[in-house]
């Protein structure tokens, strides 16, 4: 198997970022699998390649070591997304070519109308089909004055999967109205588009990330499908939250590794705190453990494995 880290290099890495490390490589690591480290840098507005190489100093510092990433290399030329748009524009131009994408040219004041709030299993519907079968003179037109976003067209499909920490999972998408955007209008490649494509080229078997990407599955998972690729097997893990109820889940974002080595923390005080708090290791005044021993108390973790995907799709 093949498990990953993808984070977004807008910021220092806060703790929130560490416990998702900390979850994949406990995993991977205890399935004997390969781990990588990929950067997903695509907004170049907000993210820099310093905070970047401060992520990756932070990792190292704290004890991770990746198979194949930035600073160690591997079968993909680079393991930054800002240097791998020549992938996706590949993919998106054999979709157009399908007829499985087309330009939306509507405005942002057009879409929010447009937007409705989302109902229980649902993913929010940003949109109603408006562009979908524009002919192409009409599409010439408007692309004078307009560049537009690429939407996928998607067909009625159903999503079912075992979520390794949320259990089982439905989500369901609608023609047209739930067509999603996988290049914006001024070229930013989409994170739905990125990361399927992403971790399809670099074999990841295995995705576990925070429960806030739950809803973003749905998307994921359709264009594993459009491709004709196996998805894999997803877990997104819940926030920490402490005894005190939702504060350290709102302190957990702005409590920087940086910070944190800056007051005198070791890495194996950061993980201890963190291992206490995951119920991996029991508790204590001063927790402190290494990541490898970390690997020790977690080797019998038996909810780390993941059940088959099945997705249902109808045309
Ligand atoms: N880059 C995303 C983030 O930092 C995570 C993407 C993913 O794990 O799919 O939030
Ligand atoms: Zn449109």
């Known amino acids: 198997m093949k498990g990953r880290f993808a984070p977004s290099p807008t910021g220092y890495i806060h703790l929130g970022n560490v416990w998702i490390a900390l979850l994949s490589y406990i995993s991977t690591r205890n399935q004997n699998g390969t781990y990588v480290v990929r950067m997903e840098d695509i907004d170049l507005q907000r993210s820099k390649r ?5 992520l990756l100093d932070d990792l190292e510092w704290l004890g991770f070591e990746w ?14 997304q800002s240097e791998r748009f020549i992938l ?88 047209g109205i739930d067509d999603f955007v996988l290049r914006r209008g001024d070229g930013m490649y989409a994170y739905n588009l990125a990361v399927v494509l992403d971790d399809i080229s670099m074999g990841v078997t295995e995705i576990i990330r925070g429960h806030d990407l739950l809803e973003t599955t749905a998307q994921q998972m359709y264009l594993y499908s459009t491709l004709h690729a196996e998805p894999p097997c997803y877990g997104h893990a819940p926030l920490l939250i402490d005894n005190d109820g939702h504060r350290l889940s709102k302190r957990q974002k702005s409590i920087t590794v940086k910070e944190l080595r800056e007051l005198g923390w070791s890495p ?38 993941c059940e088959h995907i099945v997705l249902e799709k109808s045309i």
């Open 88 to 175: 996706y524009d590949k993919v998106l131009n054999r979709l157009e070519e399908q007829g499985l994408i087309y330009p939306c040219f509507c405005n942002r004041a057009r879409l929010q109308s447009i937007a409705s709030a989302p109902h229980r299993g649902e993913v929010v519907h940003h949109y109603d089909g408006h562009c979908r079968d524009l002919d192409g003179f009409t599409v010439a037109q408007k692309k004078l004055e307009k560049s537009p976003s690429m939407r996928i067209k998607v067909t009625d499909s159903t999503m079912d999967f075992n979520d390794i920490y949320q259990g089982p999972q439905r989500f369901v998408l609608r023609q």
């Open 50 to 54: 310093s905070l970047g190489e401060a």
């Open 67 to 80: 198979d194949e990433g930035p600073r160690v290399g591997g079968p993909e030329e680079s393991y930054w």
């Open 268 to 305: 194996e005080r950061i993980l201890g705190e963190l291992a206490v708090l995951a119920g991996f290791i029991p508790k204590s005044d001063a927790p402190s453990i290494s990541l490898e021993s970390l690997l020790i108390y977690t080797a019998h973790t038996k909810a780390l494995h």
